[in-house]
Nanobody
Framework: QVQLVESGGGLVQPGGSLRLSCAAS????????MGWYRKAPGKQRESVAV???????NYADSVKGRFTISRDNAKNTVYLQMNSLKPEDTAVYYC?????????????WGQGTQVTVSS
């Protein structure tokens, strides 16, 4: 059984910073890509940033230059450093990981963490 547990969300003023963390635990053989997605009220879920097992990254245009995704493979953890936050970044942020276990390879999701950018 695999779990993704997120932390680090909260309320921040425009221009502020937050760091999200997502730790995977359980019977894990390997983790391929890990990423962050977000869903704002009234909008579809969108990809924010993705990082491969080799460290290659991809970002949504709306966050390039402001957000940085990284991972610690030894800790099975992915991070999202969010700087220069804007009100339009307000959303529930979800962690995603492609994880191989003895039962096969599947996509797993965290429970979500709320990020609110407001003065």
């Amino acid at each position: 059984q695999v779990q993704l547990v997120e932390s680090g969300g909260g309320l921040v003023q425009p221009g502020g910073s937050l760091r999200l963390s997502c730790a995977a635990s359980g019977s894990i053989f390997s983790i391929n890509a890990m990423g962050w997605y977000r869903k704002a009220p009234g909008k579809q879920r969108e990809s924010v940033a993705v990082i491969t097992s080799g460290g290659s990254t991809n970002y949504a245009d709306s966050v390039k230059g402001r957000f940085t995704i990284s991972r610690d493979n030894a800790k099975n953890t992915v991070y999202l450093q969010m700087n220069s936050l804007k009100p339009e970044d307000t959303a529930v942020y979800y962690c995603n990981a492609a994880i191989a276990t003895m039962l096969g390879a599947y996509d797993y999701w965290g429970q979500g963490t709320q990020v609110t950018v407001s003065s």
